[in-house]
C-alpha cells in the first residue's frame, strides 16, 4: 500500500473516491477545524474505514494541504486576472468574499480560533510557497510590502464581514477595500 506525502495528482481510477473523501473533509474541517477533525471522522462522513483512506492521503494534515492547495490555485488564477495592483487587490477580495469558507482554510479556522498554525514537515513549504504564487501579481505590480499591506487589509476587512462586525461602522467591506486601495496608490506619496 502506498502512503503518498506528496501533493500530486490522483490516478483517473481513484480520483472519485478522492472527491468523495476531500469533500467530506472540507466539510468537517469547517465544522471542527483541523484540530478537530480525525481520519476516523472523515472516513465515516466519506462512506470508508480509516484504513481505507491511507491509500488516498497519509493523513489528515494531507487532506488538508490538498483541499489548502486546490484554494490557492483558485487563488492565484482569480488574482491573475486583475489589472494591475488595484485589480489584483480586488481580485484577491472578491474571490475571498465569495468563497470565505477558503480564507478560513488558509488560516486553520473553524472550531480552532485564531492561532499560529500549520501542517508540518514539507507541506507548510510548498503551500507558502503556493500563497506566494497566488500573491505574485499584487508583489510584481507594487512590491512586496505594499502587497502585505493590502492583503492584511482585505483579510482584516473579510473576517469584519464575515463575524458582522463590519456592521459596527455601517459601511461595505468592499468600499472600505476600495477606499485603502485609493489611499495607498503610490502617486499619493511624497
Known amino acids: 500500500m502506498t ?7 490522483p490516478s483517473t481510477g481513484s480520483a472519485a473516491k478522492r472527491e468523495r473523501i476531500l469533500d467530506a473533509a472540507r466539510a468537517l474541517f469547517a465544522e471542527s477545524g483541523l484540530e478537530g477533525a480525525s481520519l476516523r471522522a472523515i472516513a465515516a462522513r466519506a462512506g470508508y474505514t480509516a484504513p481505507a483512506l491511507y491509500f488516498h492521503f497519509a493523513s489528515k494534515e494531507a487532506i488538508y494541504a490538498e483541499l489548502l492547495r486546490d484554494s490557492l490555485a483558485r ?6 486576472q486583475g489589472q494591475g495592483f488595484r485589480g489584483a487587490a480586488l481580485a484577491l477580495f472578491d474571490f475571498y468574499a465569495a468563497h470565505p469558507q477558503d480564507l478560513a482554510l488558509g488560516f486553520y479556522l473553524g472550531g480552532g480560533g485564531l492561532a499560529p498554525r500549520g501542517l508540518g514537515g514539507a507541506l507548510d513549504p510548498l503551500l507558502n510557497t503556493a500563497l506566494l504564487d497566488a ?3 499584487l508583489r510584481e505590480a507594487g512590491g512586496t510590502a ?7 487589509q482585505a483579510v482584516g476587512l473579510l473576517v469584519l464581514s464575515e463575524t458582522k462586525r463590519i456592521r459596527l461602522f455601517g459601511l461595505p467591506a468592499r468600499a472600505l477595500m476600495e477606499a485603502y486601495l485609493d489611499l495607498d496608490a ?5
Do not use: I, S
Not at 3 to 9: E, I, N, S, V
Not at 146 to 152: C, G, K, L, V
Open 146 to 152: 505594499r502587497a502585505a499591506r493590502a492583503f492584511a
Open 75 to 80: 487563488l492565484q488564477e482569480a488574482v491573475a
Open 3 to 9: 502512503r503518498p506525502d506528496k501533493l500530486t495528482a
Open 135 to 137: 500573491l505574485a501579481p
Open 186 to 190: 503610490p502617486e499619493d506619496r511624497p
